[in-house]
């Protein structure tokens, strides 16, 4: 830790730009695709940048799409649709999502509970 501030160090909660990241994305209609909007864990909308392709993979998964933006112009895109956070270099996600889910079993119908 340095114990010297200099005039051109910035200060500890002010934001400094994170430069090109790696912006997950998803196929959208037709040939465009669609940045991919998280929540933070207090459900706010937030834009997720990477500021390599090793930690995008790491989080995300390998087939994890993505494209090169600045973080002013990710910032831009996804304000108007209400994500006005921009979290750089995510390390903790949920899990996915089993595509299998397991069969709910079958409850007995009003006849066979009038019957017994």
């Known amino acids: ?4 501030q200099y005039d051109d160090d910035p200060e500890p909660e002010e934001q400094v ?9 998803r196929p959208g209609s037709g040939a465009e695709t669609v940045i991919r ?3 933070t864990p207090l459900g706010a909308r937030t834009a997720v940048g990477f500021t390599s392709t090793h930690r995008l993979t790491a ?8 494209i090169r933006l600045s ?6 895109l996804c ?7 921009v979290t750089v270099d995510p390390t903790l996600s949920a899990p996915t999502v ?3 889910t397991t069969p709910t079993p079958e409850l007995p119908s009003a006849q066979a ?3 017994v």
């Open 1 to 4: 830790m340095c114990l010297f």
């Open 17 to 25: 730009p994170a430069g090109p990241l790696y912006v997950p994305v």
């Open 37 to 39: 909007l998280f929540r």
């Open 59 to 66: 989080v995300l998964g390998e087939h994890q799409t993505c």
């Open 71 to 76: 973080e002013a112009v990710l910032r831009a």
């Open 79 to 85: 304000e108007p649709l209400g994500a006005s956070l």
């Open 98 to 100: 089993p595509k299998e």
């Open 113 to 115: 509970l009038r019957a």
